[in-house]
């Protein structure tokens, strides 16, 4: 059973892993100092920081985590569950004796870059690991945004964290070994798109902080930088350059992807969802062109190929249950309906070398999700309780088969294997 903050928050299951696996050497290795660095100490700021502090935090999705279900905005309160007890995110308001307005500039950078907030180290459900890349000028930007917050009086919550690991200097130590406190240099032999791009999906959007694998440490393996991770039960799939170019995603599909939530080549679901919805539909047009050049790796124009339809093979098994159990919704020939369910053909979901979230999807379904004021889909329903594993690979293979370039060899045993990782 998972709740719906976690839901959205695949993250929790990461610290978890973090806590139960390492916390304990980290712990023994917590009476070594951690280093910080003090940045440029002027408090003052202006009205368009402040405007830009806003729509930065909008990219960094603040709110999503710093605001409880039902909660008054930043006030913080949203749990984070651990097997140790629940982690609270913080008030974050100017208010000066429950949020951050007893805050100075340097106070502020430390807990963004270093993960030191001024009642000591931050458990990494907040992703500093990420906004450490943030420029000084926009984490001024920033934080003169929420100094000009009105101030909320709402007393954070204690930790539910039991001894010893509600003792914040295991992370200290955890710093000093997995987090790598620099901030972003653009590259020369790229365009500024490009580099604009590479700082708004990397520091701000932290997408590797889902989409990039973790080592024993649980620190993103950068040498596997955005090559896809399990995140309860579905795949943060793999988005390099490299796979989106060939599963021949264009800047037009990315920018509708990331405004709308879907486009010709799916819908994006799971922990995807909310940071299309609250964060990277805001972009603005140049920043959303930014990011497609950085992920696509190029500035070009790329053509649109024509959804992949190979036709049906109704000698196989599979031709049988996709008529029987999906049709009705995908349609006949998989090009989907509008407002009831997107096209198979041409569906980056099936075109994957992963077959993960195919049967993650057939078996666990999607809940409705709405898109925006024109355009919702009906809930994908779960298959768990009625097909067998023989006929999830079935369906699996004809799906690729008949809709991707992906070969249809799957068998029972790698559908079972998914089964243990998918439904856990
Ligand atoms: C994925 C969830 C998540 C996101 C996104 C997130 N935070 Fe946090 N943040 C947390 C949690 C949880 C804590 C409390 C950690 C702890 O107590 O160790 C925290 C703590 C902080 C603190 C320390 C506050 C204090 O009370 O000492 C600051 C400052 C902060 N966040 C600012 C931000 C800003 C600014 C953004 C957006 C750019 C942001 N956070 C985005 C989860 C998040
Ligand atoms: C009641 C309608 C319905 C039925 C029946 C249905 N689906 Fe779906 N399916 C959907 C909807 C709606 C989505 C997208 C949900 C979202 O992301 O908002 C979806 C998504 C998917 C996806 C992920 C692709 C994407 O872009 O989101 C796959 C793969 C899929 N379905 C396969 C199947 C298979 C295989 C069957 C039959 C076993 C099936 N579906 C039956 C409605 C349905
Ligand atoms: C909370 C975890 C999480 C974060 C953060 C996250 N993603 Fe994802 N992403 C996923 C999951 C899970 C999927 C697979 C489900 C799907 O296809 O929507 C996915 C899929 C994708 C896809 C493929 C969509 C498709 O239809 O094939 C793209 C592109 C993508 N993410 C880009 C990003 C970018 C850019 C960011 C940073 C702004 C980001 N993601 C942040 C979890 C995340």
């Known amino acids: 059973m998972i709740s719906s903050h976690q839901r959205h928050f695949p993250r929790l299951k990461r610290i978890q892993n973090l806590l139960s696996h390492n916390l304990l050497l980290t712990l023994g290795l917590g009476l070594l100092a951690c280093s910080s660095s003090a940045a440029d100490d002027s408090n003052s700021s202006k009205s368009s920081d402040i405007a830009r502090g806003a729509y930065l935090m909008k990219i960094g999705d603040c709110v999503a985590c710093h605001t409880a279900v039902g909660g008054r905005e930043l006030a913080g309160g949203l749990p984070f569950e651990t097997p140790f007890g629940a982690v609270y995110s913080t008030n974050i308001t100017s208010d000066k004796e429950t949020g951050i307005g007893k805050y100075n500039y340097e106070d502020f950078f430390d807990a963004m870059h270093h993960g030191v907030g001024i009642n000591g180290n931050l458990y990494p459900a907040m992703p500093y690991t990420s906004y450490s890349l943030l420029t000084d000028e926009d984490t001024k930007a920033i934080y003169a945004y929420l100094m000009s917050t009105k101030p909320i009086k709402q007393a954070n919550r204690d930790n539910d964290v039991s001894f010893p690991f509600n003792l914040r200097f295991g992370l ?22 490009w580099n604009r791009g590479n700082y708004l999906v990397n520091a701000l959007g932290h997408c590797g902080e889902c989409h990039t694998p973790r080592d024993s440490l649980f620190a993103m393996e950068q040498d596997k930088h955005f090559q896809g991770a399990i995140i309860e039960g579905l795949e943060a799939s793999n988005i390099t350059p490299s796979e989106l170019n060939r599963q021949n995603w264009t800047h037009g599909d990315l920018k ?44 070009e124009i790329i053509e649109p190929q024509a959804l992949t339809f190979n036709g049906h093979k109704p000698e196989l098994p599979g031709y049988t249950l996709y008529k029987g159990y999906c049709a009705g919704c995908h349609g006949q020939n998989g090009e989907g309906k509008p407002n009831v369910a997107p096209a198979m053909a041409g569906n980056a979901t099936l075109d994957k070398a992963s077959v993960h979230n195919v049967v993650a999807v057939m078996l666990k379904g999607i809940n409705s999700q709405h898109y925006n004021s024109t355009t919702s889909f009906y809930a994908m329903p779960g298959y768990a309780d009625e097909l067998h594993d023989e006929q999830i690979r079935d369906l699996a293979n004809y799906l690729r088969l008949t809709w991707s370039t992906q070969p249809g060899n799957l068998d029972v045993k790698t559908i079972h294997n998914l089964k243990e990782v998918i439904l856990k």
């Open 172 to 193: 200290k130590a955890w710093n000093l070994v997995a987090h790598d406190a620099k901030i972003f240099t653009p590259s020369k032999d790229k365009s500024e798109h």
């Open 256 to 299: 509708s992807l990331f405004t709308k939530g879907y486009s010709r080549k799916g819908t994006v679901f799971g922990g995807m969802y909310p940071v299309v919805y609250h964060s990277f539909s805001y972009l603005t047009d140049d920043d959303m062109q930014a990011v497609s050049s950085y992920l696509l790796d190029t500035d």
